[in-house]
T-cell receptor, first 114, second 109 residues
């Protein structure tokens, strides 16, 4: 299996621009998670989906962030407009159940907003 | 108070020594606990899971859980320079995986 695939791997954008991060989960996994990692706050869960339906978005920082999962093999995390404080590594992860021993992370998308 | 607390480190140990990493948590309901390892610039990878009080051993790694005191620890025996990484403690809380900020471990050759 190819694992969880994220794109882009690195992005540098200017403040105010729209950013779209993409994720392809492992085939057969029903759960998809978006995490954000920063030095200050560590690894935070932003939102997770089960069978393409958002289950818990309580970690989404504000209305500038939105996430969608139009089908079982694709999800996006969008930031509009982006701000410098959004600079972080965004990880997508997938799992066949909600348990820490079955979650597989993608390589991450490194976002820098200048 | 954060749900999962870890000392950020770095924890520096000589090669061959035992590295001891600790984690405390606030959610008494949590039943499942995990240790992830994250190399610089890479994604987290699971190295240990533990669900019951006591010790669980896997090779050079031993996870320890004490639910009454709400702490989890990870011991790495015969530490190697390749063990140098950030170790993240995590727990299942309300069907979500919550992470600590991680402890950076440096193993000196």
């Amino acid at each position: 299996d190819a694992g969880v695939i994220q794109s882009p791997r690195h992005e540098v954008t200017e403040m105010g621009q729209e950013v779209t991060l993409r994720c392809k989960p492992i085939s057969g996994h029903d759960y998809l998670f978006w995490y954000r990692q920063t030095m200050m706050r560590g690894l935070e869960l932003l939102i997770y989906f089960n069978n393409n339906v958002p289950i818990d978005d309580s970690g989404m920082p504000e209305d500038r962030f939105s996430a969608k999962m139009p089908n079982a093999s694709f999800s996006t995390l969008k930031i509009q407009p982006s701000e410098p404080r959004d600079s972080a590594v965004y990880f997508c992860a997938s799992s066949w159940q909600v348990s820490g021993n079955t979650i597989y992370f993608g390589e991450g998308s490194w976002l820098t907003v200048v | 108070q954060k749900e999962v607390e870890q000392n950020s480190g770095p924890l520096s140990v000589p090669e061959g020594a035992i590295a001891s990493l600790n984690c405390t948590y606030s959610d008494r309901v949590s039943q499942s606990f995990f240790w992830y390892r994250q190399y610089s610039g890479k994604s987290p990878e699971l190295i240990m899971s533990i669900y019951s009080n006591g010790d669980k051993e896997d090779g050079r790694f031993t996870a320890q859980l004490n639910k009454a005191s709400q702490y989890v620890s990870l011991l790495i025996r015969d530490s190697q320079p390749s063990d140098s990484a950030t170790y993240l403690c995590a727990l299942d809380s309300s069907y979500k995986l919550i992470f600590g900020s991680g402890t950076r471990l440096l193993v000196r050759p």
